[in-house]
């Protein structure tokens, strides 16, 4: 439950569909509960749109932040690098 106590801090500068409303309690209770999800629904995005429509939003904003913002644009580079050794390697 640990995690749960952090969610108001991290919940105030969130990036687009992360966390929700973290920093009230009504907020807060909405996310703990899972009101906003449902099967198949990674995040609580625009409800006129098709599930899969969802799923290609989310999935780009988790590979923007993943290869571009969290490893600060370097790791992207070191990532090609590395896949570029290892055929390299491979063709030996």
Same mark, same amino acid.
Do not use: C, H, K
């Given at each position: 439950l640990t995690p749960y106590g952090y969610l108001p801090v991290a919940g105030k500068d969130a990036a687009l569909g992360a966390w929700g409303e973290m920093d +009230? $309690?009504? !907020?807060f209770v909405t996310h703990f509960l899972r &009101?906003?999800? !449902? +099967?198949? &629904? /990674? #995040? =609580? !995005?625009?409800?006129?749109s098709k599930?899969?429509?969802?799923?290609? *939003?989310? $999935?780009?904003? #988790?590979a923007r932040n993943v290869f571009l913002e969290s490893t /600060? #644009? *370097?790791g992207t580079? $070191? $990532?090609?690098?590395?896949?570029? &050794? =290892?055929?390299?390697e491979s063709a030996r």
């Open positions: +009230t $309690l009504e !907020g &009101r906003e999800y !449902g +099967t198949f &629904r /990674l #995040y =609580a !995005g625009n409800d006129n599930i899969g429509e969802q799923l290609w *939003v989310a $999935l780009g904003l #988790y /600060l #644009y *370097v580079g $070191l $990532l090609l690098l590395g896949f570029i &050794r =290892a055929i390299s």
